[in-house]
């Protein structure tokens, strides 16, 4: 079978060199691996490597892939002087990477296995991967290389919702996208139904994705909507709620997801009980360490956006100092 698909795949592959224009070769390139992809995983997934989806899932597969080649394409065409720093590059790739790795790879099936693991993969999906790809803020360069019509479409989009970027909507979801999958019997649900689990991780990324680029938008305001201090507040706040949660989950004595044991864990070594404490103890410890490392990002771009205002400032005519900011410079 294997043979017949990469035989299937060369074939397909000579006549889009001759059909597709050149603009949307990598657009076409990217949508022919999702069906390959696909018909593997569905005709022989046993023998397909750990990188392979161990459930395909398109919406993640080709939006993760056609953002990584709108990400080079614009780096080809941006300007040096606009050129984002290695920095910013490492953190976009690393963000969009581990969505990649915790939804698109055999580690799905583990997680599905173990309530730790499943709790790596929710906090990657609603904390690490959402705030790498924000703190890259990649948006000028996307923008230069995804298609025309595209850019339209997400520009139209993003004006009717917009709304929802408010630092208590914004939270409301983030929140919700997260602890409404910690209840035990939807969690048991979500864990049984193939499409409830996929709705419960993409929710849980698009919740991320709308909270950390509203909190750690780089941008003084305006162009942003919010100050500085509003954006540092809601992100370092939003973590006492989601300590009470964690913390309830880690000291709980009750083996409140019982899924895991009926389905076998991944290492029957460990306990339902202590699963549950590692599972509890990751949705508490690194968000927490991250909802701070926000507070301390947001400052630092205030103390950035006033050091840039200050080298425009002139004085009024006859003042010899003026008033000086929270930084303490005069």
């Known amino acids: 079978m294997g043979d017949a698909l990469a035989a299937f795949a060369e074939y397909v592959f000579n006549i889009a060199a001759w059909l597709v224009p050149e603009r949307f070769f990598g657009e076409f ?8 992809v696909w018909l593997a995983c569905h005709y ?6 750990y990188i392979f989806p161990f459930v395909f899932n398109p919406i993640v597969f ?3 892939w056609f953002l990584l080649l709108w990400y080079f394409r614009g780096m080809q065409r941006i ?4 050129k984002p720093g290695r920095w910013r590059q490492g953190f976009f790739l690393f963000g969009l990477g581990s969505i990649y790795f915790v939804l698109q790879t055999h580690f799905e099936y583990v997680s599905q296995h173990m309530f730790c693991l499943n709790r790596v993969q929710a906090v990657t999906l609603g904390m690490v991967a959402p705030f790498g790809i924000t703190l890259g803020w990649m948006g000028d360069v996307l923008a230069l290389g995804t298609p025309a019509f595209v850019v339209r479409w997400a520009k139209a989009a993003w004006a009717r919702t917009r709304w929802l970027a408010h630092p208590i909507p914004a939270t409301i979801i983030f929140l919700a996208s997260t602890d409404i999958w910690l209840i035990p019997s939807v969690h048991f649900a979500a864990m049984l139904n193939p499409r409830l689990y996929a709705v419960m991780n993409l929710s ?3 919740g991320g994705l709308l909270f950390w680029t509203m909190v750690l938008d780089p941008r003084p305001n305006p162009p942003a909507r919010h100050s500085y201090l ?12 989601q300590i009470a949660v964690s913390s309830t989950i880690a000291l709980s004595n009750a083996d409140l997801y019982p899924f895991y044991s009926i389905c076998g864990r991944l290492f029957p070594s460990i306990s339902a009980g202590y699963d549950q404490m590692l599972g509890g103890m990751i949705q508490w410890i690194p968000p927490g360490m991250m909802n701070t490392a926000a507070l301390l990002i947001s400052l630092n771009a205030l103390r950035l956006a006033e050091a840039e205002a200050d080298k425009n400032f002139v004085p009024p005519p006859g003042a010899k100092v ?8 005069q």
């Open 79 to 82: 300007s040096p002087e606009q």
């Open 322 to 329: 003026y008033e000086a900011k929270w930084t303490g410079r």
């Open 62 to 64: 080709l939006g993760c």
């Open 204 to 206: 849980c990324l698009a």
């Open 44 to 49: 022989c997934p046993a023998e397909l490597p």
């Open 230 to 241: 509003v954006r540092a507040a809601t992100g370092f706040l939003v973590m006492f709620p």
């Open 29 to 36: 390139l990217i949508l022919f691996a999702g069906v390959f």
